[in-house]
């Protein structure tokens, strides 16, 4: 496992165009390649973004034709694309599973995660969501080990709850990602604060990928995509009205040293009663 490695997380404005976004998603990580990145995040329903409905409606088996495209991609530049998400159309239902795919640097399909917590909330004179109306909830939490450390997966809304992000700690993972579709309302109170409280928490770095803009449904995304260190600094952040690539570079020997010097996770104590 390499000590030090360059990853980038991508932030861009989806619609239902897949086309289109599948395109831009592309030339976006060829950018990052041009930079050195070794592994590449896209953000959640990077290719559709729309309605649950109209998500569901262009909903693909996977593999499919996005991940084939990003697979042919991997295996061209040798890289890992974490492919954010995409909903994934099952066999014997009507709704879908919002599923992340980890490609590894020979364009195989290295892990599949299936979001667990999905957004329903209602928020008066705001906006309302039922994602499990349309969407059926994972049931496995996801790690795997890669060259660059060890990966943990989550999707948006799995933020809020940090049980998975321990669990992930309790088995090593370095590096979680955190595709999104986070909404400018409940982001601009709670995003950062929570990504930092993640990284904290579990001394592992943090990289969401975030959806930016309002697209034709109307719903407004928070941009701000951002890398948490092991300490909680914010390392690098994207602006919330823009396209953007956000390289970092991932020292693991830092987190091994604050895991060290703080050893918090080694001094957990869960008592029943």
Not at 14 to 24: A, F, H, M, V, Y
Not at 104 to 113: M, Q, S, V
């Amino acid at each position: 496992m390499k000590t030090h490695s360059r990853v980038a997380i991508i932030q861009m404005r989806s619609d239902l165009e897949k086309s289109t976004n599948i395109k831009r998603a592309v030339a976006m990580i060829t950018q990052a390649v041009d930079q050195g990145a070794e592994c590449i995040c896209l953000p959640e329903t990077f290719n559709c973004l729309g309605t649950y409905p109209e998500m569901v409606d262009q909903a693909e088996a996977i593999p499919g034709r996005t991940i084939n495209v990003l697979s042919d991609l991997a295996s061209k530049h040798g890289i890992y694309i974490h492919c954010g998400s995409i909903f994934e159309k099952t066999e014997h239902s009507t709704k879908a599973f919002n599923t992340s795919v980890i490609l590894d640097a020979n364009g195989d399909i290295a892990a599949t995660y299936r979001k667990i917590h999905l957004f329903d909330v209602d928020i008066p004179g705001d906006f309302n969501s039922y994602e499990s109306h349309w969407v059926t909830p994972g049931d496995q939490i996801i790690a795997l080990e890669t060259p660059l450390g060890k990966i943990g997966l989550s999707i948006c809304y799995d933020l809020r709850f940090p049980e998975i992000f321990r669990k992930l700690a309790q088995q090593g993972v370095q590096i979680t990602f955190l595709p999104s579709a986070f909404r400018r309302t409940t982001g601009a109170a709670h995003w950062e604060i929570l990504l930092r409280a993640r990284a904290i928490e579990n001394q592992s770095y943090v990289l969401a990928a975030n959806q930016w803009g309002t697209p034709a449904a109307g719903i407004s995304h928070y941009g701000n995509s951002m890398v948490v260190n092991p300490w909680g600094d914010v390392i690098a952040r994207a602006q919330d009205e823009s396209d953007s690539i956000l390289v970092v570079d991932i020292n693991l020997k830092e987190l091994m040293t604050i895991r060290s010097q703080l050893p918090a996770l080694k001094h957990r104590q869960i008592h029943e009663n």
